[in-house]
């Protein structure tokens, strides 16, 4: 029997999220190894399990995957969430790659001085209203369907439930204008796995704090 | 039978370059609609052709894809350049993140403030020197083989070679010690579509200069 996938990463969300998110959503039980200390970053980079010296890093398949994208895409194929054929994998390519880019934004605000934290995290609610959400709203309006492609679920669907909580948790009223998204949040949220994953005690990890960027700058030295 | 890939960006490398570079070595021949004023790009994004209002935007079997990845996944697929399985797609994409990691910095630099230039030019050149250069050197090694993953040429090979003539304008010197890196670039680059590729009066676009930033800074209204 194949072993659990192991992530390797800060105690927090940064760039591994997206990964757990998928993860549970598939019904992928997994297990974390946190990095907490110097020692143990530099032990990875040393014993050369680290292409690049950064992480996220996840064991998988016998294979030591990095990059966040590559990490991605791997198990969106493996847990059939990436399309039936390549028209649909462009079309759920080109979605994930539009919220990831939004996600991102909000974790690396964190790590910026307080203005300009601000300054990026309103760019996010901003970019979210006028470029992002409203494309999705068009997408689920002109099919009329229950997920962004193929009338199915797939990766699409989960980094765009993903990005609206994340942004909720900026501006609470984003969702306003876009009444097939709330219907869309309803609906994946009621997923068995992912309803288990938005559940207290799950590997959902919270939004970033002082705490965890101070630990992520001690452990990367930045 | 199907149109030529027609590809919408201004006439720059860009992040468009790289879809160049694929659709080249694969030998496709594709069309392209420059955006000259930052009028052009306005009704590009008013009659609903840019899904996130932005450019790269590709036109090909009928969709309007964009999103530099999208694009290129769905070109090297098509091309049979994403290898022979999942495994190995992962493979190659863990080697396709890394050069582009490496290739936004170079990317970004004209925009870079000149008082922080210097600086930020010596961070590129370490990045390459101890992070970026000794992994790919290191796959090389690590299976003897001409190309990154199973024995084939795939996009990374495409995507790294690119890489590494950005790398050699930047500095010669940085390619010093990788020997197996330019083995690669040499072989690539004598594939013949790579070598056409490579031509004068191919469609191969030039280093930024002046002239070309204040360009793209006034289409897409870059301060």
Redesign the interface.
Known sequence: MAAKPKLWYFHGRGRMESIRWLLAAAGVEFEEEFLETREQYEKLQKDGRL???QVPLVEI?G?E???????L??LA??YNLHGKD??E??RI??YA??TLDLMLMVALAAFKPPEEKEESLALVVKKAKT??FP?FEKILKDHGEDFLVGNKFSWADIQLLEAILMVEELDGSVLCDFPLLKEFKTRISNIPTIKKFLQPGSQRKPPPDSHYVEAVRNVLQL | MAGKPKLHYFNGRGRMECIRWLLAAAGVEFEEKFIEQPEDLDKLKNDGSLMFQQVPMVEIDGIKLVQTRAILNYVATKYNLYGKDMKERALIDMYSEGVADLGEMILLLPLCPPDQKDAKIAQIKQSTTNRYLPAFEKVLKSHGQDYLVGNKLSKADIHLVELLYLVEELDPSLLANFPLLKGLKARVSNLPAVKKFLQPGSQRKPPMDEKTLEEAKRIFRIK
Not at chain 1, 65 to 71: D, G, P, V
Request: hydrophobic share 35%; charged share 25%.
């Open positions: 292409l690049f010296g398949d294979m995957l990095t990059q966040t994208r590559a990490i895409s791997y194929a493996k390549p028209k994998t462009v390519d080109m790659d539009g470029r992002y494309v």
